[in-house]
């Protein structure tokens, strides 16, 4: 199985800064098909996941743009350029390139 | 509107079994495959199974199955499936039916609670 790290774990950001989350995979989530699918999840208190970037880089309908996906091979980070209040919860990275699909441990982004 | 509405969650002893429904709307059901992810208590995400859009092809997280848990489907009824058997504590979780959308996970339900203790 695909083995999912995310760092850190926890992430205190003072409003209107930027965040970072880094995610590694134990192998290259390329795929046969060229395409290497890497998404990134985010869960707001007491609500179910949310989609929000997909095969790494593409950011999903609805999603805005201060949310920024990048990476290759098996290094991914997401980027959110200016936290708001409501970007508080736990961003997950997820590899759909093989199964069983696996997801990283979650990163807590908290207001300071 | 889509919508994925879970049921058949709640309280069962160990070694009791369970069936969890998903019933799907606002898009074309047969056309995509369907996962079920659960989450226990305060814990991350964990991909459980999946089932190919017309059901002939099925995928486990055999570390947390074991030859336990059974994914099916209806298309007629766009419903998905999730049968757990020998349900044991550390099954205890939210369990969440998904849409698979070549193949991220584009759409959640609200989820179904699953505890399993005497």
């Known amino acids: 199985d695909i083995v999912m790290t995310q760092t850190p774990l926890s992430s205190p950001v003072t409003l209107g800064q930027p965040a970072a989350i880094s995610c590694r995979s134990s192998?290259?989530?390329?795929?046969?098909?060229?395409?290497?699918?890497l998404s990134w999840l985010q869960q707001r208190p007491g609500q179910p996941p949310r989609l929000l970037i997909y095969?790494?880089?593409k950011r999903f309908s609805g999603v805005p743009d201060r949310f920024t996906g990048s990476g290759a091979g098996t290094d991914f980070t997401l980027k959110i350029s200016r936290v708001e209040a409501e970007d508080v919860g736990v961003y997950s990275c997820?590899?759909?390139?093989?199964?069983?699909?696996?997801f990283g441990q979650g990163t807590k982004v908290e207001i300071k | 509107e889509v919508h994925l509405v879970e049921s058949g969650g709640g309280l069962v002893q160990p070694g009791g079994s369970l069936r969890l429904s998903c019933a799907a709307s606002?898009?074309?059901?047969?056309?995509?495959?369907m996962s079920w992810v659960r989450q226990a208590p305060g814990k991350g995400l964990e991909w459980v199974s999946a089932i190919s859009d017309s059901g002939d092809k099925t995928y486990y997280a055999d570390s947390v199955v074991k030859g336990r848990f059974t994914i099916s489907r209806d298309n007629s009824k766009s419903t998905v499936y999730l049968q757990l058997n020998s349900l044991r504590a550390e099954d205890t979780a939210v369990y969440y039916c998904t849409k698979e959308w070549y193949p991220e996970l584009d759409v959640w339900g609200k989820g179904t609670t699953v505890t399993v203790s005497s």
């Open positions: 095969k790494t880089s």
């Open positions: 192998q290259s989530l390329v795929h046969s098909d060229g395409n290497t699918y």
């Open positions: 606002g898009f074309s059901f047969s056309i995509y495959a």
């Open positions: 997820m590899q759909a390139t093989q199964f069983p699909r696996t």
